[in-house]
């Protein structure tokens, strides 16, 4: 197992378009979270899973994202009807309790570009 | 409400001296855990350490450590003798502990160039 993968690595979408990111975690870990990331900032938290079911979501998450855990293993983040605003880098972390440090660990994140 | 914050939104630093970023939070709950990443211009986030609130000592991991005055609510990174590999932003962030494992919280982020 080699960490944290992301599909695709970068998009560039026209505005009004739908995207969807893939995140596979550490087949281990049973917590998967989504970040997004704006140039110059720290990511800012979106949503999370434990297993299959979304615990959290952010206020940031508007109804044009939705991201889903099917089986608990892979995720995916879609957001529909893109705007400029989305363009960004969606970073997925995965952690398990069982783990230990660092307990989270991160992908390369998908960056996105909205035209 | 910030509840990380990081005042240095840059710094240079010579090769084989230490640099301090600093980091504050805010939290009213007595367990949390702090946490410095390093993101590289590559993307990648790369854990640093770690220090739990309830540690008596400061953490430290090689030429990482984390001066932790918790009534201050302060958790400053030290990096000692600066590499030109150590160039890239630096993130300090918090994991509230009402939910083990949950959502980490992030500071703005620190850019520090190391210089030959």
């Known amino acids: 197992d080699t960490g944290v993968s992301q599909d695709p690595r970068h998009k560039i979408t026209k505005r009004g378009q739908n995207v969807t990111f893939r995140c596979d975690p550490i087949?281990?870990?049973?917590?998967l979270y989504w970040y997004r990331q704006t140039l110059g900032q720290g990511p800012e938290f979106l949503t999370y899973?434990?297993?299959?079911?979304?615990?959290?979501k952010s206020r940031l998450l508007s109804d044009r994202f939705s991201a889903e855990r099917p089986k608990g293993s892979f995720s995916t983040l879609e957001i529909q009807r893109t705007e400029q605003g989305d363009s960004a880098m969606y970073l997925c972390a995965s952690s398990s309790k069982l783990a230990g440090l660092p307990g989270y660990t991160f992908g390369s994140g998908t960056r996105l570009t909205v035209v | 409400a910030q509840k990380i914050t990081q005042t240095q939104p840059g710094m240079f630093v010579q090769e084989k001296e230490a640099v301090t970023l600093d980091c504050t939070y805010d939290t009213s709950d007595p367990s949390y855990g702090l946490f410095w990443y390093k993101q590289p211009s590559s993307g990648e986030m790369i854990f640093l350490i770690y220090?739990?609130?309830?540690?008596?000592q400061n953490a430290t991991e090689g030429r990482y450590s984390l001066n932790f005055q918790k009534a201050r609510k302060s958790a400053n990174l030290v990096i000692s003798a600066s590499q030109l590999g150590d160039s890239a932003m630096y993130f300090c962030?918090?994991?509230?502990?009402?939910?083990?494992?949950?959502?980490?919280?992030f500071g703005a982020g620190t850019q520090v160039v190391v210089t030959p």
């Open positions: 220090q739990g609130s309830y540690d008596q």
């Open positions: 962030a918090m994991r509230e502990a009402t939910d083990s494992w949950g959502k980490l919280q």
């Open positions: 899973f434990q297993n299959e079911a979304q615990l959290e």
């Open positions: 087949s281990e870990h049973n917590r």
